[in-house]
């Protein structure tokens, strides 16, 4: 029998600092133990945009937010049984906000460069991610 995808939206956060590299923003999950991007499930009838921002604020307070053109990445994984698979789509977002508030789902997070992030991320599909995004943002700046 053919299962739902679970879905899920979130957002690739960096901070361009004057001057030097880019840092991406990583949180590490309270009961995951890994670190990840913010991402969440979406509720009934909301939008991936509109939820990867709810989520993006109730994960992080980042309400400052400027989400890039022409960039979604979509991944897909399975889930433990019975619940099949999970689709989430991740948005490429930039904010000049540093603070950040968290909330019970993680207990820590950190702004890293992109080699860091990339050492940092638990799993191969953030790495995979955040590649497509650093070239993404490189041909941008060319």
């Not at 990583?26 to 670190?35: A, P, R, S, Y």
């Not at 050492?119 to 993404?136: K, Q, S, W």
């Amino acid at each position: 029998m053919a299962h739902e995808f679970e879905r899920a939206a979130g957002v690739i956060v960096y901070r361009a600092n004057p001057g030097k590299s880019r840092h991406y923003l990583l949180l590490h999950h309270t009961n995951g133990g890994h670190w990840y991007f913010p991402k969440g499930h979406l509720e009934p009838g909301e939008s991936t945009k509109d939820g990867a921002l709810r989520e993006l604020q109730e994960e992080t307070g980042i309400t400052q937010i400027e989400l890039i053109d022409h960039f979604v990445e979509r991944i897909e994984y399975d889930l433990p049984p019975p619940r099949g698979r999970k689709e989430v789509l991740f948005y490429l977002g930039c904010t000049q906000q540093e603070a950040i508030q968290l909330s019970q789902e993680h207990d820590r997070y950190v702004w890293l460069s992109y080699l860091e992030a990339r050492a940092r991320l638990t799993y191969e599909n953030g790495r995979v991610m955040l590649d497509r995004v650093e070239a993404f943002l490189n041909s941008r700046e060319g």
